[in-house]
C-alpha cells in the first residue's frame, strides 16, 4: 500500500514549493529510487526542470521531460499522469489526487500556506485517509 508523506511547507511560495521538491527528489535519488514528479502544467514542468540544473551548486539530478528518455534517467517530469514505469516516489506538486498515486511506493504531497493550495491539500489528505492509506504529516 502507498504511504503517503504531507510536508507543510512554512509559505505560500510556489518557488519554494519547487524547491523542497528538488531536495526531496535528489534525497530519493541519493536512496536508489525513481522519482515522478506530478507537476499541473508544462510551464511548471520546465521550470521545474530549469531549477533541478541550479538548485545545488554541489551535485545534480538526473532527469528528463521527455517519456522517451525516461528509463536512462532516475527523474521524469510530467504534468500529463503517466508516470510510465516508475513506481518508487511520486512528488505531486498538483492541486489534485494523481490518478496514478496507487501504483507508487511512496507519495509526497507538497502543501504550502497559500490558502488554496492549503484547502486543496486538506481535499487530499481527506480522501487518502478515507481509503485507509497510512499518512505521515512533517510540518517544516
Known amino acids: 500500500m502507498t504511504r503517503v508523506d504531507f510536508y507543510l511547507l512554512p509559505d505560500s511560495q510556489v ?9 526531496l527528489t535528489q534525497k530519493a535519488v541519493k536512496q536508489g ?10 510551464e511548471q514542468s520546465k521550470a521545474l526542470d530549469e531549477l533541478l540544473w541550479s ?3 554541489s551535485s545534480f539530478v538526473p532527469h528528463t521531460l521527455k517519456a522517451e528518455d525516461c528509463a536512462q534517467h532516475p527523474v521524469y517530469i510530467d504534468h500529463t499522469g503517466d508516470p510510465l514505469d516508475i513506481h518508487g516516489v511520486l512528488i505531486n506538486l498538483s492541486q489534485q489526487t494523481p490518478d496514478c498515486f496507487t501504483r507508487f511506493e511512496r507519495l509526497a504531497e507538497l502543501v504550502t ?5 492549503k484547502q ?4 487530499r489528505f481527506k480522501f ?5 492509506y497510512p499518512l505521515n504529516t ?3
Open 138 to 140: 512533517h510540518k517544516l
Open 15 to 23: 518557488e519554494q514549493q519547487q524547491l523542497y521538491a528538488c531536495r
Open 120 to 123: 486543496a491539500g486538506r481535499e
Open 128 to 132: 487518502y485517509k478515507s481509503r485507509g
Open 33 to 42: 529510487l525513481r522519482v515522478y514528479i506530478h507537476t499541473n502544467s508544462n
Open 55 to 57: 538548485f545545488s551548486a
Open 113 to 117: 500556506q497559500d490558502e488554496t493550495n
